[in-house]
Nanobody, 127 residues
Framework: DVQLQASGGGLVQAGGSLTLSCAASGFTFDDYAIGWFHQAPGKEREGVSCIRRSDGDTYYTDSVKGRFTISSDNAKNTVYLQMNNLKPEDTGVYYC????????????????????WGKGTLVTVSS
């Protein structure tokens, strides 16, 4: 069975840092990506960043470029999201998701075809 377990959320002051972890296991796709999605209070969930397992292709939404870094440790089946210079607008629940991909398009192109969602982890950034 596929398992996705997000962790690492918490309360941090603006300008601070957090690292989220997503333990992912059980995938049987030829290739897949892990994405991080953010749901701010009262808003829809949106893609933040993703990384493809086969070639390490990454993607960042504009609002986090230069502040967030996604990485993976394939031996540990874990994907990390290092979040620096956090802003109050980064507050919300962060979900990791797993989905099949191909290498013809960047990993964000498959956000509409998520196969598995993990439970979220709450990040609160105080001003």
């Amino acid at each position: 069975d596929v398992q996705l377990q997000a962790s690492g959320g918490g309360l941090v002051q603006a300008g601070g840092s957090l690292t989220l972890s997503c333990a992912a296991s059980g995938f049987t796709f030829d290739d897949y990506a892990i994405g991080w999605f953010h749901q701010a209070p009262g808003k829809e969930r949106e893609g933040v960043s993703c990384i493809r397992r086969s070639d390490g292709d990454t993607y960042y939404t504009d609002s986090v470029k230069g502040r967030f870094t996604i990485s993976s440790d394939n031996a540990k089946n874990t994907v990390y999201l290092q979040m620096n210079n956090l802003k109050p607008e980064d507050t919300g629940v962060y979900y990791c998701a797993g989905y099949a991909t191909a290498s013809d398009y960047d990993c964000s192109s498959y956000y509409g075809a998520i196969n598995y969602w993990g439970k979220g982890t709450l990040v609160t950034v105080s001003s």
